[in-house]
Structure formats: C-alpha cells, structure tokens
C-alpha cells in the first residue's frame, strides 16, 4: 500500500538533538533525576548565536508538526519511549490511519474527513526522542485528574460542536475565526499550518502563529501583569531570559478559552530554548488548581523551516458559518419549527 | 510481532478519541445523506483561508448549467508545495466526489477532486509525479 505523506521534502532531516532533548526533559521536570547534571551538560554543548542585543537568538520559523500524542495512550501506560523499529511502525499506522484519502467507514465518516490528504500537513513523525507522549510531568505521561468544573467546561465544548445553532455565538471559536485551540498559548500541533515565527528586539519577542495569525506581543522588561480585571483572549505575557531559555510567564485569560478544561485562572510557564542550530525546544508548564488536581507539562521540539509564514486571514472566506447556520435553520424549517 | 500488534491497536484506540476536525465541524455543513458526484469546468478558484473554495459548472442532462463551489482546505499547505490557484485553470474539467450542502444549496465538501481520468488534482508531494502544472512563478 502506497502511504501519502504530507510533505517534509522541503525540511532538513531532525538535527542530532535527541540526547540534548531528552535531558532538556529531566533537567525541567520538578522529579528531576541525579542524570540531570550530566544531562545538563550534554545540553549545554549547543550554544545559540546571539541577536545584535546580545540575546540568544531563537528567531525564524518553527514548525511543531509532529504526531506524538499529548498523552501517552493507554496502551503504552508504563513504557515512555519507543525503540526506534516501533517509532517507524507506529509512525507508518498513524499515517495510515490519518490518510484523508481513505474511503472507509461510510458516508458520515467521509464528510468529517472532508478533504483529501494533499490539504493536510500534520507531520509524518514522532518526537526524536521518541518519547510516547508530549508531556513529560506527571511520568505517566496523563493530565492529571480533572476537577467537576473542568469536566463541565469540556463538555460544554463538546455540545457546542454538536446542537443546533442559533447564531455564530453557538459555534466554536474557531469556526467563528477568533481563536484557534491549538496556537494557545500554549501552542500545540495541528492538522496544517503548525508554523510560528519568533521576532526578537531588545525589549519584546513576538511570536506570531500562522493559524489564525495572532501575534504575542512579550516584553522583556519586568513590567508586572495587568490588573487581575484586565482578561485578555491570549492571556499576558511576560518574559526573562534565565541562561539560554527564554521564560514566559502567562496570566489574565479570559474564560472564553478552555485548554483541555482550564478555567481563566490558567497560569502558564512556557520556556524556549534552542537546543540547536534547528530545533527550538519547547516546554510549557499548567497550573491552574481549579482544573488540575496538579501541575503538568508538556515539552515538543519544534524543527526550523524556511517558511515563509502565509496570511490566514480567516474570516475572509468564513463560508463555513453562513453554511452552518443556513443548514440549522433548513433543518428546522424541515423539522416543522 | 506481537508488539507491533499491540501498538497498532493501542494508537488506534487513541485516533479514535482524537477529532478529525480541522476547522469547523462538516457535519454541521455538510449532508452525509447527500452523496454526490459532478463533472464541472472551474470557472473561479478562490484561494482564502480558512478553506479555498473551486466554483465549477455543472451541465446537466437537460444542458442546463448550473455553478456549484466546492470546499477544498487551507491553501496554505498546498502553497508551500508549489501550488497556486492559477495551478487550476478556468475551464479545466474536474470531476467531484463530495456531500452536498445541508441546506440543499449548490454547495459540496470536495471529498475528493480529480481530473476526469481518475488523477488527482492536489497531491502530497509524494505524488507529485500527477500533480497539475505548477505556477513557474
């Protein structure tokens, strides 16, 4: 059987980083081993070039496709790493089972597939290291336990995507063009458009998302975060440099969002670090005890490209919510309503 | 080998969960009761995000023509890959496999899209050997 892979033709193979990514892993993570100073080492044997101001330069165009799961699968429970034959066979199952071509499980199947795979560009690849799930804290590789509330945020989200809709507020914010789920903070990988690119002066770094092309805005200055009142869709940032890692510091979410059930107190700790000359590690910590039983985190390496980044101007084809609702209101109009 | 099984099933069980939904929910859009199959000329190709749109005519038996838009995805992918809208050109004859719009409009989610002798119109560049002529420039 002939596999459809999107596209990597264009990218370098992944830069030797594996060690250095793995002990990025256990110097990060609060059950840090004894290894982590000999793991600290190994890290420290790339060096980032530095910016005109003297910071180290995590600038260009990251891509963070891959498709190692956030959680380990239940399957894998106890085993956090794949030998290298079983990373190629589970890489050749994921890919085929993501296939956008396939014709298999009937019509309503079909229609969420929606289009072929020439449109996707998910990533063909697990994580170097090839870690079974992109968190590294708790060990089991799980979020930990969810509270009520965050239970009935993921539900609520769920139902959005399936009741009728009464208007575009009924819709996700995606489908409205607002928000996208995955470019976060914190970002995560997508089905396509997985692209961020980092632009560094001396008192900000920007990070702008492809998908839908918001830019964070992160100053470096040691400003406090605005007053709790002040809620903002992306939340705040703030950033310092310790050592090579960049550390940004997010508060002031607002509670139209909803990472994985996280309510607006969400505070997240991101860190980023370019562990060599093509990979751009990234870590981000959650701490948000109304919807975590604890803290976890999340590390994926992120490979340079050349870019560049297309415009998403999203709504400016947003047909799919005129259809959406002209659909919900035909229904009912069938329905007799 | 039994291994191999194991993790073959384990990741299925997870891709299960995992939503297929890019953008937006198709089923909200979309009839999976209304299967249907066009030969059309494009007449446009609206190369937008957060889905390029391909308008084609559609004659019918009686002659009558008729404009449909089908849904593609992000042109942004397929941008990166060299592909353009003007990698299709008006008056190329394309054949539609898709689900027509749940409002009866002329409107289908290009499930799959092809020239008429069965290649595809986008390819992964793994199939690059039938993709249409790139835009040179």
């Known amino acids: 059987m002939k596999h459809r892979f999107a596209t990597w033709s264009g990218f370098a193979t992944w830069s030797v980083c594996s060690i250095a990514g793995a002990a990025l892993a256990l110097a990060q993570t609060p059950a840090a081993k004894p290894a982590s100073a000999k793991a600290a080492a190994i890290a420290k044997k790339y060096t980032a070039p530095r910016t005109a101001d003297g910071q180290p330069d995590l600038q260009g165009i990251w891509s963070n496709a891959t498709i190692t799961p956030l959680e380990r699968p239940d399957d894998l429970a106890g085993k956090p790493t794949l030998t290298a034959k079983e990373a190629a066979e589970y890489e050749a199952a994921v890919n085929a089972r993501e296939n956008r071509d396939r014709r298999d499980g009937g019509n309503a199947a079909d229609v969420g597939r929606a289009y072929n795979e020439a ?208 659909g919900a209101r035909d229904a009912e109009k069938k329905a007799g309503k | 080998m039994r291994t191999k099984l194991m993790l073959v099933a384990g990741f299925g069980a997870l891709l299960a969960v995992v939503p297929a939904w890019a953008h937006h929910a198709f089923a ?25 749109w391909i308008h084609i005519d559609v004659k019918d038996a009686d002659g009558k023509v008729t404009n449909w838009m089908i849904e593609g995805g992000s042109p942004n992918t397929l941008l990166r890959r060299g592909m353009t809208k003007n990698s299709l050109e008006t008056g190329t004859v394309v054949v539609v496999d898709g689900y027509q719009a749940k409002d009866g409009t002329s409107r289908a989610n290009g499930r799959d899209i092809t020239f008429q002798d069965g290649r595809k119109l986008f390819v992964g560049s793994s199939d690059a050997a039938s993709a249409p002529p790139a835009d040179a420039k």
């Open chain 2, 28 to 52: 909200a859009e979309f009839d999976a009761q209304k299967p249907v199959k066009l030969t059309g000329t494009v007449t446009k190709v609206e190369w937008i995000n957060p889905h390029a």
């Open chain 1, 119 to 326: 449109w996707y560009d998910r990533g063909t690849k697990v994580i170097e290291t090839r870690r079974t799930s992109l968190i590294i804290d708790p060990p089991d590789g799980k979020i930990p336990a969810l509270s009520g509330a965050a239970k009935q945020r993921i539900a609520a989200a769920a139902d959005r995507r399936t009741r009728v809709a009464e208007g575009p507020e009924d819709r996700t914010l995606s489908e409205r063009c607002l928000n996208w789920a995955t470019a976060g903070p914190p970002m995560l990988p997508s089905a396509y458009n997985n692209n961020y690119q980092i632009v560094q002066t001396r008192d900000f770094v920007a990070i702008s998302n492809e998908q839908i092309h918001d830019v964070r805005m992160i100053p470096l200055d040691g400003r406090p975060h605005p007053p709790k009142e002040v809620r903002q869709w992306l939340g705040d940032s703030r950033g310092h440099w310790e050592g090579d890692t960049l550390v940004v510091d997010t508060t002031n979410f607002t509670d139209k969002t909803v990472f994985r059930g996280s309510s607006a107190n969400l505070h997240l700790t991101e860190r980023f670090t370019r562990t060599a000359a093509d990979t751009l590690t990234y870590t981000f910590s959650v701490d948000d005890p109304s919807s975590f039983a604890h803290p976890w985190t999340a590390q994926i390496p992120s490979e340079k490209i050349d870019g560049p980044i297309f415009e998403y101007a999203c709504h400016e084809g947003n047909y799919g919510m005129v259809g959406i609702l002209s």
